[in-house]
Structure formats: structure tokens, C-alpha cells
């Protein structure tokens, strides 16, 4: 039997690494359990400046190579349409863009700075017993007080002490990294057959390009990723880069999934990408594993996991939930075109679409602040035409009102 730790962390990643470090600042006796991290991800990379600012203490005396993103330019190819979202001024910017390898790197070494310890062993089980769990490794097993499953989406945490994801819960993220080449803006393009996009995120010595796609779309992930290297080819974006091939699981959790998941139990949590805490329409998933692994570690200071479960559900859970419900309608703009239109023509919508590729505009208050725009076509189809009814007909005795002025 191997020395014990209070807490033990099974995950390295920003959900794991951070709340790692913020166990070991309170003085906390934490083990961190990963043979692999870190490493590069299929993700875009992109780091929000909300995500960054949870972060900036522990990366404060760290120099990070990022892209800073200029723009994000969504694409139409079929039509030879663009229309180009501006994300940065010349004093501030909403998104930068790092390595995984590189960001996860510097969060992991900021845990181990702070005092927590790294065993870079696989774990192979995970039991529940009295006060605590124990973790076992090819090396031997460990007991511990209370456990944080930060393992990714094939969570092994989740899978022994909760319910695996369905095939139905994720997405399929393929693509390549273009090594040699880089930009300053992001690319994206909408798709609705199977219902996704297609993205290029530019980090310091490649760009990511890949499609992503709900798994059980039909699509396999040798389809996704040729037509992801259709798109490279029809952009011209990677011309001369060497390609390198990936492909990984997203969480992907309908509003029904989002509803059962399970969290949390009396000795340990799940978190980030394990709890099933990424953004059903874009993926993105980094500010919500570091936010929730922020609050994973509250909850093992005190000990009290239904603390942690009961506020990612009342915090978290209801953006996510809103962001499955709209995401449909969301993908279906890629076939009318409607979308790349309202950012050409409306500095309304394109300070909305800022917004929301920077996290500062949440689903939530999405569809409201969209009909503030006035866009209605835009509006009717994202967001469905009884809304749009019942907000016009409220505006129209108003109106009437307004004309009969003399």
C-alpha cells in the first residue's frame, strides 16, 4: 500500500490541473493521477478571456505562446460568401488561442508549484469504501478521502461510480493540424448535413482545422475528417502545411441528458469534460472544466459533493440546457444562408456573434437580445416563429399608438 493522499485527482487536463492547484493553495494534501499530460488536444484551443481570467493568478509569472484572434470570419464556400466578425481592438482582445499541450502544461506545473503531487501512473479501477475511495494502478493502490474524476469524456471515474456516455451523448471532433502555417482569425463554417462546422483555429505553429458532428449522425470519422481535407483544399488555408491527422470524443448532452447526468456522489465528483460540461454548439468545454474544477475543490475541502452537484445545476446546467434546445435551429441557418447575410448587413448581429464567440453573451439572454436587434428573419428561423409572434404583437398596439400621434 502506497501513501495516501486527502484528495486524489484522476485527470491532468484544465479541470483536473486546476483544481489541483486550487486544493494545494488551501493547504490540501493533493495527488494528481495521469500518465499522459500533457498533450495536444483535437480542440480549437480557444481561450476566453472569462477562462483566462479564472486562471490568471496561477499563470501570472508563465509566458504563454497564443494566437491572439483578430477576427472570426464564418464562411459560406458553396456561394464564395463570407462575412468577418472583428473579436479584438487595439487594447483588449476576447480570444486567444494556445496549444493544449502548451496551456495544459502551464496549469499542471502552476498545481505542482503550489504543492500538489503528480503520479504519472494509469489508473485501472476505482472503488467506493467507507469515508472514501480507493484508486488502483498498475503500481499499486491508493486510499483517499474524497475523489475528483477529471478523466476526459471516457471518464473511467464516471464509467465505475456513474453511467458511461452514450454514443447519443457525443460528438466526433476530426480533422488536422497544419503544421507551418498560422493567421490571426478563426474560420468557421456552419454545416446542416450532419448538422456541425467546420473550424480553423490558428496557434502559434499551426492552424487546427476539423468538422465536428454529433456520433450518431451517421457520418463515420474517416468521412468527417475527407471532408474536412475538402474544405482545406477548397480554402486554400493549409496550402504546403504538413497534415497531421486526429480525431477525439466530445461531450455532446441533450436536454435530457443534461437533466440525469450524474455528478456527484457522497465521496467524490466529476469534472469538465467527464461531467459532461461542454457547450452542445460549439464544444467548447475549457471554461467550464476550469470552473468546475474550481468548485470540485470547494466541495473536497468540505467534503460535501451535493454542494458541488446542486450548484452545476443551477449555474451551469441551465445554460448548457438552452444551448441543446437551440441547437438545431442554430445549424439549420447553414442552409439558408440567412446567418452569413445578417453579419454582413447588421453591425446588430455581428456585435451579438462577438459576443458569444468571447463568452461574454449566454444563451439564455440570446434569443431576447436578438429580437432587440430587430433581425427578425434571423431571429424567426434560430428561434422559432410563435416567439416572434407574441413579441410583435405586444409591439404592435405601441406602434399603432406611436402613428395616431399627430
Known sequence: ???????????????????AYSLAR??????????????????????????LALVADA????????????????????????????????????????????????????????????????????TLEPGGARIHTKDGAYRTRFLVGADGTNSLVRRRLARGFGRDDLSIATGYFAHGVTSDEILIELISDPPGYIWSFPRPTHLAVGICAQADSGATAAALRERAAAWIRATGIADGARLEPYSWPIPS????????????????????????????????????????????????????????ASRIRSEIMPELAHAAQLKASFFRLASTGLLIRALQHSPAVNGVMADLIAGRQSYLGLKWRLLRTLEWGLAWQALGAPLIRARRSRRAPARAHQAAKP
Not at 501513501?3 to 484544465?14: H, K, L, N, T, Y
Request: hydrophobic share 45%; charged share 20%.
Open 59 to 126: 499563470l501570472a509569472e508563465t509566458s504563454l505562446p497564443a494566437s491572439t484572434i483578430r477576427r472570426a470570419r464564418f464562411l459560406e464556400t458553396e456561394r464564395g460568401r463570407s462575412a468577418v466578425v472583428p473579436l479584438s481592438t487595439l487594447c483588449e482582445t476576447d480570444l486567444v488561442v494556445a496549444s493544449r499541450a502548451t496551456f495544459d502544461a502551464a496549469l499542471l506545473e502552476s498545481a505542482r508549484q503550489a504543492g500538489a503531487t503528480l503520479i504519472t501512473a494509469r489508473v485501472t479501477d476505482v
Open 253 to 308: 448532452l441533450s436536454v435530457q441528458s443534461l437533466r440525469r447526468v450524474e455528478l456527484a456522489g457522497p465521496s467524490w465528483c466529476v469534472a469538465g469534460d467527464a461531467a459532461g460540461l461542454v457547450d452542445p454548439i460549439t464544444r467548447e468545454g475549457i471554461y467550464f472544466a476550469l470552473l468546475s474544477g474550481q468548485w470540485a475543490a470547494e466541495a473536497a475541502i468540505d467534503g460535501d459533493a451535493s454542494q458541488y
Open 1 to 19: 500500500m502506497n501513501r495516501s493522499p486527502d484528495i486524489a485527482i484522476v485527470g491532468a487536463g484544465p479541470a483536473g490541473a486546476w483544481a
Open 26 to 51: 488551501r493547504g490540501a494534501r493533493v495527488t494528481i493521477f495521469d500518465p499522459s499530460h500533457p498533450r495536444e488536444k483535437a480542440c480549437g484551443g480557444g481561450v476566453t478571456g472569462r477562462a
